[in-house]
């Protein structure tokens, strides 16, 4: 144990909302309290390999002979709980930022969010840098003693009772790393208990790759055979420290997957998909790989870092690594081994490595062709995934040329005439098309239900031709990018000269007088202005009285309705608006302009259609404005109002 030097401690105040976060946490109704230590040991396997990679080309450190490793003291008669390691330390400075500072604002809000949905703290701590104060859940005060791995640091020691302060006080302590002693509440003693520790470390740490020591004291007989007791200290690894990785996929059991999956993500869910490569040529390489079964998996999940851990010869040298795979694939987690990868090098060189690209392909290729097994061999699965994660694969789609064409079977749409569970792939829909249709269609929206009502689905339920539904905010970006596929060319339904097969468009009704129409028209354009680049009849309009097409020469027309998410100052794009003659709402109105052009209704009602229109495409700018046209129309409709 380490000695403090008799000076005065030095009392500082917690930062940000510390304290409002170690009341929640001292009184938590959550059941889940062994996962502090699961905490700990993950901030002392991340000291312990920032020091493994330290030595790799500076000689000049405290203790350069120690073991690297993690140890477990637990005194039951004191309930104190002691947990070390010989990672890289701390000095007073990193004390301080480390442990006085949550890294993350609103931490209050978010673990009492948590609570009140009844979330268990499994799923939460750990999520955004806070892992460490868990341990308040366990404990009445803590110390931290650390002596950093630089010669010129000195050992200091950080404690706290959990309260509105904490103490720093220079330390005795003359080995390299650092040290947490845990005073136990009352209620917590089983955390001094031998058999219930190596219990916690098998469940949450056992893939640790350094050992994780556990010291127990326990009553002998005495040597001199007389029947005393005495006391004796036991030292044992209790986790495996086995690289699942570097393992043959056959030897390792489903199971093991899963738990090394858990301890490497914290993830409370199972993994989707595991894929387990190694490869010899023409790189080295051992790899596992996991696709989660949630795109997001907690409230404060989403990180703004993301890649997978790089190892040379089971040293880790990168903890985030994004050159590994395409950024679509960044949901992916994981870990890479490669001895072809020099130990000591910097970031910038390890981007830059040949290797790395040769395992990029690799791992690109492997995951698209173990998805697309998974797709054929489980649907149902296949599923679960597209749903999570379809949009990166299309994102993939629209910015990776080289690998579109692969990528491309991994699609998935609803469409007309598919059920809302059901998927269509791109094979499936051209495997549908009649003979004389020469292209694949597919109208944009908002979402499944309101892109089933798009009046631009007239002619082709008509005529049973199927559309696909676009309806995530990237599609557009994908189908600019994705022309066509196996020689058809793929086409937006708003597109003014679409090219549609021969066949006979059913009539909506009798048709309004020509030069009634004519009228009608003449009123949309003054009313409408330049907000439409023309107004004319339609040729495939069915059911629904009025559309919006593009311009043939609008070639951003896809990007229309990311472009309003993304931009302030979005413009409505000018399009070119089609009325049905035969709907009854468009006779009518024709009628009032012949009869009653001074009724307040006309431009209303020339308003709404077009406002209507707008919402339909997804590029209405601000669709509150409707309200008070709409209240005026209702007045109207009902008599008396």
Known sequence: MTQATAQVPESLEYRTEVRQLLDILAHSLYTEREIFLRELISNSSDALNRMQFEMLTNSDVVDHDLELAVTLRADRESKILTISDSGVGMNKEELVQNLGTIAHSGARSFLQGAKEQGKTLDEVIGQFGVGFYSVFMVAQEVTVTSRSHRPEDQAWSWHSTGESSYELTPAGKTSRGTEITIKLKDDADEFVNGWRLEQIVKKHSDYVSFPIYLLETKEVDSEDGEGEKESAESRRVINKRTALWRQSPQGVEAAQYTEF??????????????????????VNMRSLLFIPSRRNRGLMSAQSEHGLRLYSRKILIQNRNRELLPDYFRFVEGVVDSEDLPLNVSREVVQSNPNIRQIRSALSKRIIRELK?????????????????????????????????????????????????????LAQYAERMSSDQEQIYYVLGEDVKSVARSPHLDYFRANDIEVLYLVDPIDGYMTSMLREYEGKSLQNVDDAGLKLPEKETAESGEKVAQSDFDALVGRVKAVLGERVTDVRESKQLVNNPARLVSPENEFDRDLQRIRRLMEQDFQTPKKILELNRGHGLVKNLADLVQHDGENRLIDATIEQLFANALLMEGIHPNPAEMVERIQMLMEAAIPGA
């Open 261 to 282: 999956y858990k301890q490497l993500t914290f993830d409370f869910e199972d993994p989707l998909l595991h894929i387990h490569l190694i490869t010899d040529a023409p």
């Open 373 to 425: 097994s998974l797709a054929d061999a489980d649907p149902e699965k296949y599923a679960k995934f597209w749903e999570q994660f379809g949009i990166f694969v299309k994102e993939g789609v629209a910015s990776d040329p080289a690998s579109q064409e692969s990528l491309v079977a991994l699609l998935r749409f609803h469409s007309s005439k598919s059920s809302p569970d059901e998927w269509v792939t």
